[in-house]
């Protein structure tokens, strides 16, 4: 319950409008907001973990994370995996296939997903965020997880 309580106070609560607008800007104008929220982010940490080492790779790991488009190349890759022809319209009766059927590519390309956070532009935009931001915490919990438990 601690590890999720410093999570949800780094990264929501004192996360500011600053940090999180700018922290995927590109050089300068992006580390400086996204070593700040680190910062404020692993501060929330420290009553919890006795591990320099541990709280080097909470740091890091947020910092690239959230720097970096990563976790939207990471969710159009896993959605790579699906079966590339889906059935879209159409029916099948019985044995019989229905002409009617139109088959669609499913594996989007990423220059039509990366402006969609890494999902296909057939999604609507509130299933798009709550997907991203599930997937996110997911992400940090586990990295924050793995390196309180074993470093």
Same mark, same amino acid.
């Given at each position: 319950?601690?590890?999720?309580l410093?999570?949800?106070?780094? $990264?929501?609560?004192?996360?500011?409008d600053?940090?999180?607008? *700018?922290?995927?800007k590109?050089?300068v104008?992006?580390?400086?907001?996204?070593?700040?929220?680190?910062?404020?982010?692993?501060?929330?940490?420290?009553?919890?973990?006795?591990?320099w !080492?541990?709280?080097?790779?909470i740091?890091?790991?947020?910092?690239v994370? +959230?720097?970096?488009?990563?976790?939207?190349?990471?969710?159009?890759? %896993? *959605?790579?995996? !699906?079966?590339?022809w889906?059935? %879209?319209?159409?029916?099948?009766?019985? $044995?019989?296939?229905?002409?009617?059927?139109?088959?669609?590519? %499913?594996?989007?390309?990423?220059?039509?997903?990366? *402006?969609n956070?890494g999902?296909?532009?057939?999604?609507?935009?509130?299933l798009?965020?709550l #997907?991203?931001?599930?997937? +996110?915490n997911?992400?940090?919990?586990?990295?924050?997880?793995?390196? #309180? %438990?074993?470093?």
């Amino acid at each position: 319950m601690e590890q999720l309580l410093a999570h949800f106070w780094g $990264d929501f609560v004192l996360q500011s409008d600053w940090m999180a607008l *700018n922290k995927k800007k590109p050089g300068v104008q992006g580390w400086i907001p996204v070593l700040a929220h680190s910062l404020v982010y692993t501060l929330m940490f420290v009553m919890l973990v006795h591990s320099w !080492a541990a709280l080097a790779v909470i740091f890091v790991t947020h910092a690239v994370i +959230d720097h970096y488009s990563f976790l939207s190349k990471f969710i159009w890759a %896993r *959605n790579c995996l !699906a079966p590339k022809w889906i059935k %879209r319209t159409g029916r099948v009766v019985g $044995d019989d296939f229905d002409p009617n059927v139109i088959w669609t590519a %499913r594996n989007y390309p990423w220059r039509s997903c990366k *402006n969609n956070l890494g999902f296909s532009p057939e999604r609507p935009d509130f299933l798009v965020w709550l #997907i991203f931001i599930v997937i +996110d915490n997911t992400l940090h919990l586990t990295i924050n997880y793995a390196a #309180i %438990r074993w470093l």
